[in-house]
């Protein structure tokens, strides 16, 4: 069975790094997009960064080019997401998902089936 376990997430001043992790486990399977997700209070999810895990292409939200960087780990399955220039509107519950298929709408909530549990991540001004 496929889960996704995410890790990292806390509290920053604006101008500040994170950087969230997240490890799939039950498959051995490669050719699948990992993306990452967020969702603030009252706010519909929104991708903010994929990666494809076959070939490395990444995707990323208008909104976290250039300060945002998704990439695979040295550890087979696991996944990273380094988020540096935080500011207050980064501010959110962030998710790691998984989906199985071609590197196509990767950046696109629907399109996923399997979910971490999701870390918040606030930015303060």
């Known amino acids: 069975q496929v889960q996704l376990v995410g890790s990292g997430g806390g509290s920053v001043q604006a101008g500040g790094s994170l950087r969230l992790s997240c490890a799939v486990s039950g498959t051995s399977y490669s050719g699948y997009c990992m993306g990452w997700f967020r969702q603030a209070p009252g706010k519909e999810r929104e991708g903010v960064a994929a990666?494809?895990?076959?070939?490395?292409?990444?995707d990323y939200a208008d909104s976290v080019k250039g300060r945002f960087t998704v990439s695979e780990g040295n550890v087979k399955n696991t996944v990273y997401l380094q988020m540096n220039s935080l500011v207050p509107e980064d501010t959110a519950m962030y998710y790691c998902?998984?989906?199985?298929?071609?590197?196509?709408?990767?950046?696109?909530?629907?399109?996923?089936?399997?979910w971490g549990q999701g870390a918040q991540v606030t930015v303060s001004s």
């Open positions: 990666i494809y895990i076959d070939g490395g292409n990444t």
């Open positions: 998902a998984a989906k199985w298929g071609p590197h196509v709408r990767c950046l696109q909530p629907g399109e996923y089936d399997y």
